[in-house]
C-alpha cells in the first residue's frame, strides 16, 4: 500500500514537471519527494494547505481590505463635503493623494528585510495599528495642510504592508499555486474598493452627530475597524515556514518542514540565507526586476487613477448623483474580483503568466475608448467595468509573472520591494491622471495616459517572454544555469512565459 502511493506522488510529480515551461524532468526530485513526504498522506497534504489558505490568504487579504480602503477613500470624503471644509481647490486635492507616496515609496525596501528580523506577526500587526490611528486623526483635520501631513504619516506606516505580504505569500506556496492565492489576495482589496463608496454613503448620514460633518466619519470609524483588525492581527498572522518563531494555534514543525521542502523541491530556495546587503542589493543587476516593476507601474497607475477619482468621473463626467456615484462604484469592483480569480486560476492550471497580463490589458484597451469617447453615460460606465477588471485583475497576474521568475530568497525580497515601490510610482502618476482642469474634455488626455501604459505593459510582457524561452532553449541544452546567483541554484529551474 505503501509502495503504491509513493508510485503515485512520482508519476503525479513527474507529469507536473513535465509540464509547458518545465520541459526537463528534473533529476532526484522524484526520489527527493517519496524520501521527504515526512509521513503525510496525500490526503494530509491538501488539509494542510487548506489549512494556510484560510489562516495566511484571509488574514492577509482582509487587512489589505482596509488598507486600499484607508488608501483611497478619499475620493468618497472628497464628494461629501471634504473639498468644500477644507477648500481643496486647484492641486491641493491632488497634492494630499500625492504626498502619501513618496515616504510609501522610500520605506519599501527596508520593510522586506525588517519582517525576516521580526517577524510578520509583530511587523504587520504594529504598522496596521499605527496607521489606523493616523486615519482616525484624519476625521478631526482643520485645514489641507493637517491632511496632507497625516497623508504622508500614512505613508510611511502603509509602506511596509504589502510588499511583505507579497514577499510572505511567496514562501509558503509553490510557483503554480501562488497565483490563485495572490488572485483570492487582491481580490478581497477588491471587495474593499466595491463596498467603500456603500459604507462611506451610509457613514455619511452620520452627518451632525457629535458636531461632526458626514465626510470625518468615513476616517474615524473606517480608522477604528482598522485598529481593531490590526490586533486581531498579532494572533491571526502567521510567520514564515523556515522560521522558528511560533505562530498561535497554526501548523506543528513537522508540517513545516514539509512545506520548507516541497518550496525548495519547487524552486529551489526554500532555506534562507544570512543577510548580506550586497546579495540584497545585487538583484537590481538583472534588467527583468526592472520590466516587473515598470509593469507594476503601469497597472497600478490605471488602478489608483481609478481609485481617486472614479466617484469624481461618474458625478463630473457621467452626471450622476453624489449618492448614485458612491454606490455605483460597486459593480465595477464587484465584476474585477470575477475576472481577477478566473485568470488566476487559468495562469496556475495553464502554467502560463505572460498571456494573462495581455489579456487584461487588452480589456483596458478595449474599455478605455468607450470610457472616453462613447455617447451616453450608460455606455462609457460600461466602460468603466472593462477598465477596472482588466487594470485590477493585472496586480496579481504581474505579481505572479516576478514570484514565477526569481530566485534566491533575498532577490525574491529585493524584487518584491521594488515592484511594489514602482507601484507607489504609479499611485503618485495616478493620483495626478485625471486632473480636474480636464473635466469639460471628459478626462480626455487621463485617457490617453492610460492607453499609453496598457500598450507598453503588452510590449514589457513580450520582451521577457522572448527572452524567457530563448534561455529555456539554452537551459535545455546545459549551456546555462538559469538564475544562477545563488550557492544552491539548481539547473532544473525554468522561466514561465
Given at each position: ?6 508510485d ?18 528534473p ?96 511587523h ?27 497623508r ?45 463608496g ?20 468615513i ?12 490586533i ?93 456615484a ?49 455617447p ?30 526569481v ?54 510582457v ?25 550557492d544552491d ?9
Open positions: 500500500m505503501e509502495k503504491h502511493q509513493d503515485k506522488e512520482v508519476a503525479s510529480l513527474e507529469a507536473q514537471v513535465d509540464a509547458k515551461h518545465l520541459d526537463q524532468v533529476s532526484k526530485l522524484s526520489s527527493d519527494l517519496v524520501d521527504h513526504d515526512h509521513g503525510f498522506t496525500v490526503e494530509e497534504q491538501r488539509s494542510i494547505i487548506r489549512r494556510i489558505d484560510r489562516r495566511l490568504v484571509v488574514t492577509v487579504g482582509a487587512m489589505y481590505c482596509v488598507s486600499l480602503m484607508d488608501r483611497t477613500n478619499m475620493s468618497a470624503a472628497n464628494i461629501a463635503g471634504m473639498g468644500v471644509e477644507l477648500v481643496l481647490t486647484g492641486f491641493r486635492y491632488n497634492i494630499a493623494n500625492l504626498v502619501f507616496f513618496v515616504p510609501y515609496i522610500i520605506f519599501q525596501p527596508p520593510s522586506t528585510v525588517l519582517i525576516r528580523k521580526i517577524g510578520p506577526r509583530i504587520l500587526a504594529a504598522i496596521t495599528l499605527a496607521w489606523g490611528a493616523v486615519m482616525i486623526g484624519m476625521g478631526f483635520v482643520k485645514n489641507h495642510g493637517q491632511l496632507s501631513a497625516l504622508a504619516i500614512l505613508g510611511i506606516c502603509e509602506a511596509g504592508f504589502f510588499p511583505s505580504c507579497v514577499y510572505l505569500l511567496s514562501t509558503w506556496y509553490t510557483r503554480y499555486e501562488v497565483g490563485k492565492r495572490y488572485s483570492s489576495f487582491y481580490m478581497l482589496g477588491c471587495c474593499a474598493s466595491a463596498f467603500s456603500i459604507l462611506a454613503y451610509g457613514l455619511m448620514q452620520l452627518n451632525g452627530r457629535e458636531g461632526l460633518t458626514g465626510w470625518r466619519w476616517f474615524i470609524i473606517e480608522g477604528a475597524l482598522t485598529m481593531g483588525l490590526g486581531a492581527g498579532y494572533w491571526l498572522l502567521v510567520d514564515f515556514p523556515d522560521s522558528k518563531r511560533s505562530s498561535w494555534s497554526f501548523l506543528n514543525q513537522r508540517e513545516r518542514d514539509w512545506v520548507v521542502h516541497r518550496i525548495h523541491v519547487d524552486r529551489g530556495d526554500g532555506h534562507i540565507p544570512p543577510f548580506e546587503l550586497g546579495k540584497f542589493l545585487r538583484g537590481g543587476a538583472d534588467w527583468k526586476i526592472w520590466a516587473y516593476a515598470l509593469l507594476f507601474f503601469d497597472t497600478t497607475t490605471i488602478t489608483y487613477a481609478l481609485a481617486y477619482t472614479l466617484p469624481l468621473i461618474l458625478v463630473g463626467s457621467m452626471g450622476f448623483t453624489v449618492g448614485q458612491q454606490c455605483l462604484v460597486a459593480p465595477p469592483y464587484a465584476f474585477a474580483g470575477i475576472v481577477m480569480f478566473a485568470t488566476g486560476w487559468a495562469g496556475d492550471k495553464y502554467q502560463v503568466r505572460g498571456p494573462i497580463i495581455i489579456f487584461n490589458m487588452i480589456l483596458c484597451l478595449i474599455g478605455l475608448p468607450i470610457m472616453g469617447w462613447a451616453s453615460a450608460g455606455a462609457r460606465y460600461f466602460g468603466v467595468f472593462l477598465v477596472t477588471a482588466g487594470a485590477n485583475s493585472n496586480i496579481p497576474a504581474v505579481m505572479s509573472f516576478q514570484a514565477n521568475n530566485r534566491g530568497q533575498w532577490k525574491r525580497a529585493f524584487c518584491s520591494a521594488t515592484m511594489v515601490g514602482f507601484g507607489g510610482v504609479g499611485g503618485i502618476a495616478g493620483s495626478l491622471v485625471f486632473r480636474e482642469e480636464d473635466k469639460l474634455t471628459g478626462y480626455k488626455p487621463g485617457m490617453y495616459a492610460c492607453i499609453a501604459c496598457s500598450l507598453l505593459s503588452i510590449i514589457l513580450l520582451l521577457c517572454d522572448f527572452e524567457f524561452k530563448r534561455k529555456n532553449t539554452k537551459a535545455d541544452k546545459g549551456e546555462i544555469v538559469l538564475e544562477a546567483h545563488a541554484a539548481t539547473p532544473d529551474f525554468r522561466y514561465t512565459y
